[in-house]
């Protein structure tokens, strides 16, 4: 069983930054690649990020490209999420998603099919 637990949302203002944190557990974190999504109210959970199993290839949702990075450290068996310039469409709820299949590439992660593991999310609330 896999688990994954995000952290590090919170409220912020429009224009900041904020840095996610997923850890993962119960398998071998490194052979998989990761992603982000996010979902707010009333609209369909849509693909933020996505980095490769190396960490050297990353693949962005075009709302957020520019703007936020995802990065990974294996040691921590942790996937990040850093935001900038945040914006108030932004709000939504954060989860850190793995694949079924190790080796799915960052754009792969965009089918949320592809998906096997979702954690349970944290909130992102961002005032104008």
């Known amino acids: 069983q896999v688990q994954l637990v995000e952290s590090g949302g919170g409220l912020v203002q429009a224009g900041g930054s904020l840095t996610l944190s997923c850890v993962a557990s119960?398998?071998?974190?490194?052979?998989?690649?990761m992603g982000w999504f996010r979902q707010s109210p009333g609209k369909e959970r849509e693909f933020v990020a996505g980095?490769?199993?190396?960490?050297?290839?990353?693949h962005y949702g075009s709302s957020v490209e520019g703007r936020f990075t995802i990065s990974r450290d294996a040691s921590k068996a942790t996937v990040y999420l850093q935001m900038s310039s945040l914006k108030p469409e932004d709000t939504a709820r954060y989860y850190c998603?793995?694949?079924?299949?190790?080796?799915?590439?960052?754009?792969?992660?965009?089918?949320?099919?592809?998906?096997?593991?979702w954690g349970q999310g944290t909130q992102v609330t961002v005032s104008s």
């Open positions: 980095i490769s199993r190396s960490g050297d290839e990353t």
């Open positions: 998603a793995a694949p079924f299949l190790a080796r799915t590439p960052p754009q792969g992660l965009q089918d949320q099919q592809a998906v096997r593991y």
């Open positions: 119960g398998r071998t974190f490194s052979s998989y690649s």
